[in-house]
């Protein structure tokens, strides 16, 4: 009987097809075109060899990953604008989106320099302007003086973040301005990911929309950047410091955007200006030539050795741009060695990149691949193993 009236209703529904122009056989005529759009999106493949990266090399970045980074989830590499290796770490998956912690800061970042080039807002506006009903009664010289150009560099004039996590009904702008300001903005690195969320509350503010959906047609529907979430406040503010998930690939694809100077597929998504501003050194932040957290930050983008720039998020969330080499390399992780991570890759990858194509070596892409498709996330058991 269930059977009987399930059948029915879909005829029922069938026989309405013709009069609304549409034939019964058009759905499936159209998945071709669909699959056709959907790897449209795709960044191309290619065996590593032809890309100038030996298979070889990159085995060991993945075996010494395994052995240093606790615990490696995922990474695509991608060179001259194919991916050339990508592996997922079970039960991590392709599609299966990641949070992205800090790194969403560098989509906030894109979301400035979009909102700058519509003329919506400008780097030097004073935070104050847009928020006068949650200024302090008396807002101090320095407060006064912090512009979005010092949010987004870092250099706020904290001494230490504000902290939102307590509050359930201050609204979260109100809590950073009434925060202390001892230091002149601009003349103090201090790495403050509250004032991330005063950038998505501005970008807000100027636009009224979300950063997530003023991105949306923006970035992530022309890099082909499906069903992106992003955490909110309870002011109903998407978080821009932290919040974003989004998939291994969607990571790869937005720093070969920025690798290409903001093109892509021929149009210029974001402008070439902001990507230079963004990823050039705009705050010392250290001296120490061997960390990669002492080469200077940009606007919500860490400069690197190498002549690199990245963006990150906690426990090894990882975008790495390496313009001398025409390559970008995406990472997710659950580690707390980050240094350790990025070493792994400097130590590994570099060497396994050419300046000209390789001859093809099927042996070694082989056992690459075949590695590549057995990864697994050690288990508590895997530890106890001799």
């Known amino acids: 009987m269930r059977c009987a009236r399930s059948c029915g209703v879909v005829l029922l529904m069938l026989s309405f097809l013709p009069a609304l122009g549409v034939r019964a056989d058009d759905t ?17 493949r290619s065996s590593p060899e032809a890309q100038g990266v030996s298979s070889a090399g990159v085995l060991a970045f993945v075996e010494e990953a395994n052995q240093k980074v606790h615990s490696m989830h995922s990474f695509m590499l991608v060179r001259h604008g194919h991916v050339v ?57 320095n407060l006064k003086a912090m512009r979005v150009r010092d949010l987004l560099s870092m250099s706020t004039g904290h001494e230490a973040e504000p902290q939102f996590k307590n509050s359930k009904t201050e609204p979260w702008t109100k809590i950073f301005l009434a925060h202390p300001v001892p230091h002149k903005p601009g003349t103090h690195f201090l790495y403050d990911t509250p004032g991330t969320y005063m950038l998505s509350a501005i970008v807000q503010k100027a636009t009224g929309q979300t950063v997530l959906d003023y991105l949306r047609p923006r970035l992530f529907e022309p890099l082909g950047i499906e069903n992106p979430t992003w955490g909110m406040s309870p002011q109903g503010i998407s978080f821009g410091g932290w919040g974003l998930y989004l998939r291994t690939e969607d990571v790869a694809k937005f720093g070969q955007l920025y690798l290409q100077k903001g093109q892509w597929q021929g149009k210029q998504l974001v402008p070439a200006a902001w990507v230079q501003a ?47 080499q025409d390559a970008v390399l995406a990472i997710t992780a659950d580690t707390h060695d980050m240094q350790g991570e990025l070493s792994v890759a400097w130590d590994k990858l570099l060497p396994a990149l050419s300046p000209a194509p390789l001859p093809e070596n099927a042996e070694e892409w082989n056992k690459l691949k075949e590695k590549l498709a057995n990864l697994a996330v050690p288990t508590a058991a895997d530890a106890k193993k001799p």
């Open 278 to 324: 963004a990823t050039t050194r705009q705050t010392s932040n250290g001296s120490n030539p061997n960390s990669d957290w002492e080469q200077g930050y940009g606007y919500l983008f860490w400069r690197c050795r190498h002549g690199a720039f990245r963006g990150d998020g906690a426990n090894g969330q990882f975008c790495v741009v390496m313009p001398e």
């Open 85 to 141: 290796a990508e592996g997922w770490w079970k039960p991590e998956a392709a599609e299966k989106p990641h949070v992205m912690w800090s790194l969403s800061k560098s989509f906030t970042s894109t979301a400035v320099g979009l909102a700058v080039a519509e003329g919506k807002l400008d780097l030097n506006d004073p935070v104050l302007k847009f928020f006068p009903d949650d200024a302090p009664a008396e807002p101090s010289a």
């Open 28 to 44: 499936a005529k159209d998945k071709p075109a669909e699959k056709a759009a959907a790897e449209s999106l795709r960044l191309p």
